[in-house]
């Protein structure tokens, strides 16, 4: 069964950057419209940037201007690139995609999860 898969995660400086990235765990299947969401512990979970399937881009605010959702066709994947990062980013990120396989939607998939921590 096709998941999506997620990486970048780590440990960060504030102030600093990373670049998370998901992807489809088989090649037949392709991204379309795609979220990224984040859960920091004791809050739920919200929504942090999403980019539909001709690549319109919507930002929380609390992470526009610092943020940016983005798809690479060739490689088949959507990432999330974080700067001037905070320590109140700090949280699970998680992707949710639409796949298609054929050019057909075959469903809603989420991410298992990436840890972004920011320290300071």
């Known amino acids: 069964q096709v998941q999506l898969v997620e990486s970048g995660g780590g440990l960060v400086q504030a102030g600093g950057s990373l670049t998370l990235s998901c992807a489809a765990s088989e090649s037949t299947f392709s991204i379309n419209a795609a979220n990224w969401y984040r859960q920091a512990p004791g809050k739920e979970r919200e929504l942090v940037a999403g980019?539909?399937?001709?690549?319109?881009?919507n930002y929380a605010d609390s992470v526009k201007g610092r943020f940016t959702i983005s798809r690479d066709n060739a490689k088949n994947t959507v990432s999330l690139q974080m700067n001037r990062l905070r320590p109140e980013d700090t949280a699970v990120y998680y992707c949710?995609?639409?796949?298609?396989?054929?050019?057909?939607?075959?469903?809603?998939?989420w991410g298992q999860g990436t840890q972004v921590t920011v320290s300071s």
């Open positions: 949710n995609a639409d796949l298609l396989h054929s050019g057909w939607y075959t469903g809603n998939y």
């Open positions: 980019i539909s399937s001709r690549s319109r881009t």
